[in-house]
């Protein structure tokens, strides 16, 4: 009975020391648990925070592992900063040189950007896809590559103010007149030359693509002038030559002569437009002119400075059209003048009434006047073509209507039997002339030159009523030259 109670008490012993043992195995493999667990995280945590490039980044060829992102985005800059430093734009012209380097053309490599960018590897996402992605990159490795680039386009207004340092502009022959003895003289011309810029632009950037840094010569094109000595030795033929006759008072005639003096030897260039009362200034005393009979508000001769002039003008008109000139701005007078046909007068008025010629060639065109005589003579020089000889004017009286009555006055005050005509009364005219053009004595062309209409005038008489024992004077009828 002993015997049996003893031997459970040692089987309970037993049972005891072996349950005692498994839990100290039970905590043995718990804290091999927890310190594998807490080993682990520290890794993980370390890993995750580490502040270094992963093992297997790189960056052009450059290996990054365990590089700061400043200390590898220096290493990566350091690699390309001769890259960079190799451009070297160079432009000849003769013995000029012009450089640029890569700061002109704002070349760049992203750098910063691509470091920047390879850093993030692993550092993105859920912890669990961080740590298989540093692994795969250990295992495998990753690369990136920056790219260089530039804008050629950033040195175009440098490019062109060099254009201004090359560029030179043609030089045209000249052509200068001597009215007084009909001579021309000249001077020759001289090409000059034009850098191509839009050329040079596309060029500069196609070497660089190319990463060709050999030097540059500049192409320029000649710019020949626009005349040349041959040309402008064709200007100097007489295109036309037109005269009136001097007649009126000494002061009338002086006064002609004087406005013609203003445009003698003048010079009108292709398109210009040369403008009589511009030409001649004001035409009154302080100018040297005299007084000398101007129609006066359409109707009558007066006294004032300048009177006669409408004979320059006109007489310049004539010329003018038959050398095959534009009119750019002409007026007939008030009525008919005795000194040239019908149609073909051009009265001025400064400063409100001119008289304007442009010139519509392509050739300069001279003006040469003078007094021969008792005429007044206008000369047009320039370049003779080869579709006409010559050109005539003819004028055609379209209608006219007969001077009416004269309007009477009496006047209590002018002895009776006496009149006085303030103005005449005078007939209205509706004009065209034309311009007919001649070749080998034949008509080629017949071209509508300008419209003018003379007003009907109505005159006034003033007629005498009193009553006088005196015998009554003359009437006055006399009309000097307008």
Known sequence: MQTDMSKTTKQRAAEKKKSRAGKI??????????????????????????????????????????????????????????????????????????????????????????????????????????????????????????????????????????????????????????????????????????????????DIKAKVDAGDYSPYKIPVEELKPKYTLQEVKTWTSKLSEFSTKLTGSAERVYNIKLSAKSFNGVCIAPGEVFSFNETTGPRDAKHGYKDAPVIKSGKKLVLEPGGGNCQTSSTLYAAAIRADLQIAERYPHSWPSSYIDIGQDATVNYPTADFKIKNNKDSAVFLRSYASGDRLVVEVYGKATDEYDKIDVQSTVLSSTAAPAEKVVNDPNLPKGQTIVEYKSRPGYKVQSYRIYYKNGKVVKKVKEAYSQYPVIKGKKVVGTKQVATSPAPQTNGEPQQ
């Open 25 to 202: 195995l039970a905590i043995i493999i718990i804290a091999v648990i927890v310190l594998s667990a807490s080993a682990l995280f520290i890794y993980v945590d370390k890993l995750l925070k580490n502040p270094y490039f992963y093992e297997g980044i790189s960056v052009d060829g450059i290996d990054l592992e365990g590089m700061t992102v400043e200390k590898a985005i220096d290493e990566v800059r350091k690699k390309h900063q001769p890259e960079l430093d190799a451009i070297n734009i160079s432009l000849q012209f003769g013995e000029r040189i012009w450089q640029f380097n890569y700061e002109d053309i704002d070349a760049k490599i992203n750098v910063e950007d691509v470091v920047k960018e390879a850093y993030q590897t692993g550092r993105n996402g859920k912890v669990i896809d961080r740590i298989k992605k540093i692994h795969e990159v250990r295992q495998v490795g990753v690369e990136f590559n920056t790219a260089l680039t530039y804008n050629v386009e950033k040195l175009r207004s440098r490019i062109e103010d060099i254009s201004k340092e090359i560029n030179l502009a043609p030089v045209d022959a000249t052509i200068k007149f001597n009215p007084n003895t009909v001579k021309f003289s000249f001077t020759e011309e001289a090409s000059g030359r034009g850098m191509l810029v839009d050329k040079t632009m596309e």
